[in-house]
């Protein structure tokens, strides 16, 4: 199994749409992240957390929320869906112990469509 | 903006020869990681260098930083066909979250 799990590996959805993005891990990292990546661009950050009760906006957060249920789950939501919000989404993990170390442990992405 | 910025932004070599990618950064750092992304695929750390480090090798990667001109360098040698993959460079901060360039796509041309 992968040390980082992504749920669905894509979606189609309509505008306006509620759609959950999932996360899981087996790593027993404390820090989860996500990123949304744009074609030809690299990764920017939406939303990442420390841990259970830590939750912090990044650079592009408005119109996405998350949830962190545990430790080793993180969700992304886009409340009301937009064509704009289409793009590959990321969700990786690092040790506040060892990621100076080893660096993020990435999922293999969720490639959502907004139509 | 991005914090990292990679240079070139595509790179076409052939198999056997060296590839070199560049990035440069804006704001001090706390340590500096590159990844490769093969097509629409997940990211896979190659290498992470500390902001006290100038030099750091995995077998045939060899990745320098130089926090005076605020830029990292990454080579692979003897490139292989199966290196054709995008490579992002990312800007650890002490708060904990990186930053990731635009990448370079590196292409190995058998």
């Known amino acids: 199994d992968a040390d980082v799990t992504q749920t669905p590996r894509n979606r189609i959805t309509k505008t306006g749409k509620r759609i959950m993005l999932e996360c899981s891990q087996t790593k027993g990292h404390d820090r989860m992240y996500w990123y949304r990546q744009d074609p030809g661009l690299g990764l920017r950050l939406i939303y990442y957390s420390f841990d259970v009760k830590d939750i912090n906006k990044g650079e592009i957060s408005d119109g996405y929320s998350v949830s962190r249920q545990a430790q080793a789950k993180f969700s992304l939501s886009l409340e009301s869906a937009i064509p704009n919000q289409t793009a590959l989404y990321f969700c990786a993990t690092s040790d506040s112990q060892s990621d100076r170390a080893y660096g993020y442990t990435f999922g293999s992405g969720t490639r959502l469509t907004v139509v | 903006s991005q914090q990292g910025e990679e240079d070139p932004q595509a790179l076409s070599i052939q198999e056997g020869e060296n590839a070199t990618m560049n990035c440069s950064y804006k704001?001090?750092?706390?340590?500096l990681q590159w990844y490769r992304q093969n097509s629409g695929r997940g990211l896979v750390h190659l290498i992470l260098i500390r902001s006290n480090e100038r030099e750091k090798h995995s077998g045939r990667l060899r990745v320098t930083l130089d926090t005076s001109k605020k830029s990292s360098s990454l080579l692979i040698t003897a490139s292989r066909a199966a290196d054709t993959a995008s490579y992002f460079c990312?800007?650890?901060?002490?708060?904990?979250?990186?930053?990731f360039g635009d990448g370079t796509t590196l292409t190995v041309k058998p």
């Open positions: 990312a800007t650890g901060h002490n708060a904990g979250k990186s930053t």
């Open positions: 704001t001090s750092i706390n340590n």
